[in-house]
């Protein structure tokens, strides 16, 4: 801990300044967190399969979504002590939302404690913990990065894990749990929840919507938190790459975006920087594209250019894309299944460095085709671990390169030379936006005002995030409202549904209607960096996502 604080303690220009940065409270929380009220909605049902969901959540299934207003009544807090998980990839701001439920939580009563949860869920099933006190809080204030308590991938599904957890619980006297994570993470909650309640174990579990991925939203969750500050890193970076292009005028640059399976951060950056080409992994699934037919797209955007004397240009790839071309994901699909089975682990691992052969007598039909025609680079990370949910770990798959190559096959002879780049690490951790200061502390505080209403199951949820802080709206949506049945590890399970890119929605149609231009003139934006003072249209722009979606003109 010592380490941890002295290491902190080196803090730039940029860290001191931000640490006095006060983030902002919708206003029906900013009157104290003793003074809620609270209003129901009506019963929710799931986002598919209810009955499925139903079935397998029955305590918490059909919860009322909450809203909290100002004005409630002055309460007396009894005792309370929190552990809180950090769950999954960084995203910027998580350390804020910590700081939100550590100044609820003491301004509720000050006897109150908080324990952080070391390296994700693992933390909470292994007892490893440290109490956050205010000066160990103070150090983490508006800073990137999860390294306050660190995270981590754990799949807290097992009833051994939850007894473990329950075991941690009482050892610490902790009576809520607040899980900040993705989808996969969230649904987690939500079975911890379900167990905890089934077992009158007394505890609570409240999620908090993290991703840079942008994919855990809904009506109610409008973005989860990390996807502006990273987008605009991106954005920033794309940008000054665009420059060079245009400056230099000798190279094709291929950029991979991460976000793993939906393209919200490729589209997000699309817009905010106008390259010359930007694939969208669910409109190739939706025109049931093949590998060869993105090769001639983009061909004849690379023809086309050079026709004009531009030798050059900017392509964004999405993480997932690979995942979304119809024959990949059959491939992928068929691998994962037999991946899955302990016969074909086992063989795997007494084949060492003779794996693709052994894969290549197992696939047949069109995917032992696809298989062959892939680079052998290609191959062996199609075969790599799927992560702790099942997930084909796409940020290992150098998509950017297979265009590359197959491009320079399909263009042989023209003056064709290309940069690949690949962002994703580059923006997980970066000092959160003002925006997502703001939203984080919110979420953070948020969450402990759903613990003090006595909720469990539940998602703190932030809304109306186009309008000023003041305005935006706080209260809880039940997890399973979010849940429907997928395929993972080769079963049915349930899990949060992933939100993937609406080829209906405002942010597409507007990506559609300007990239033929795009493609062909150079309307290149710069974006440059996060500012986190001046002029508010420069500190407080969101995503033109957000703005898009809802409604209004970007
Ligand atoms: P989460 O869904 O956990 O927020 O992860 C986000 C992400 O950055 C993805 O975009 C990416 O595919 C993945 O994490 C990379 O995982 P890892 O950090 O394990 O390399």
Not at 80 to 87: E, P
């Amino acid at each position: 801990m010592s380490n941890t604080l002295e290491v902190q303690k080196q803090t730039s220009p940029l860290q001191k300044a931000r640490h006095d940065y006060n983030p902002k409270l919708p206003d029906s929380l900013k009157q104290g967190i003793k003074n809620l009220n609270i209003a129901e909605g009506e019963p929710t049902s799931s986002a598919g399969d209810a009955d499925d969901i139903k079935a397998m959540f029955p305590g918490l299934f059909g919860s009322k979504a909450v809203t909290f207003r100002q004005n409630g009544a002055n309460t007396e807090q009894k005792t309370l002590n929190v552990g809180v998980i950090l769950s999954g990839g960084q995203a910027p701001g998580g350390h804020n939302v910590i700081a939100g439920i550590f100044d609820a939580l003491k301004e509720a009563n000050p006897e109150n404690k908080l324990f952080g949860f070391l390296g994700g869920p693992a933390g909470i099933i292994d007892g490893k913990y440290i109490e956050i006190t205010g000066d160990y809080m103070d150090e983490f204030r508006n800073t990137g990065g999860f390294d306050i308590i660190g995270s981590g991938r754990t799949k807290l599904e097992t009833r051994e894990q939850f007894q473990k957890t329950r075991q941690t619980c009482k050892n610490l006297n902790v009576s809520a749990i607040v899980v900040i994570g993705g989808d996969d993470s969230n649904t987690n909650a939500a079975m911890l929840a379900e167990f905890f309640l089934e077992n009158k174990a007394g505890i609570q579990v409240i999620g908090v919507p993290k991703t840079i991925d942008g994919d855990l939203k809904n009506e109610q969750i409008e973005a989860s938190f990390g996807f502006d500050t990273a987008t605009k890193v991106y954005s920033e970076l794309i940008g000054n790459i665009l420059k060079d292009a245009n400056s230099a005028k000798k190279y094709w640059h291929f950029i991979k975006l991460m976000g793993r399976s939906a393209s919200h951060i490729a589209l997000e950056c699309a817009l905010k920087t106008r390259p010359n080409i930007t694939l969208i992994s669910e409109e190739v699934a939706q025109k049931d594209m093949s590998l060869a037919q993105i090769i001639d797209y983009m061909a004849d955007i690379i023809t086309k250019r050079a026709q004009k004397g531009k030798n050059f240009g900017i392509a964004l790839i999405p993480e997932g894309l690979i995942e979304f071309i119809p024959e990949m994901k059959h491939l992928i699909s068929t691998l994962n299944d037999k991946l899955a089975t302990e016969e074909v682990k086992t063989e795997l691992a007494s084949l060492p460095g003779q794996e693709i052969p052994y894969i290549k007598g197992l696939l047949e039909g069109k995917d032992s085709d696809l298989f062959n025609s892939l680079p052998r680079d290609i191959q062996l990370q199609l075969l790599l671990d799927r992560d702790p949910h099942g997930n084909v770990q796409v940020s290992k798959i150098e998509t950017e390169k297979l265009l590359t190559e197959m491009l320079a096959v399909k263009l042989k002879g023209a003056k064709f030379s290309t940069q690949t780049h690949f962002f994703g690490y580059e923006g997980r951790c970066a000092a959160p936006s003002n925006f997502d200061a703001d939203y984080c502390y919110s979420l953070g505080y948020n969450a402990f005002a759903l613990i003090q209403a006595g909720l469990s199951g539940f998602i703190s949820s932030v809304r109306n995030l186009t309008r000023p802080a003041e305005q935006w709206v706080a209260g809880g949506i039940p997890l399973t409202s979010m849940m429907n049945m997928e395929k993972r590890h080769g079963k049915m399970k349930p899990v949060i549904k992933k939100a993937l890119v609406e080829l209906n929605g405002a942010p597409f149609k507007k990506f559609s209607d300007n990239r033929a231009t795009w493609a062909l003139e150079d309307c290149y934006v710069y974006p440059g960096p996060i500012q986190y003072f001046g002029p508010s249209e420069v500190t407080d722009i969101t995503t033109e996502t957000i703005q898009l979606e809802r409604g209004l003109h970007v």
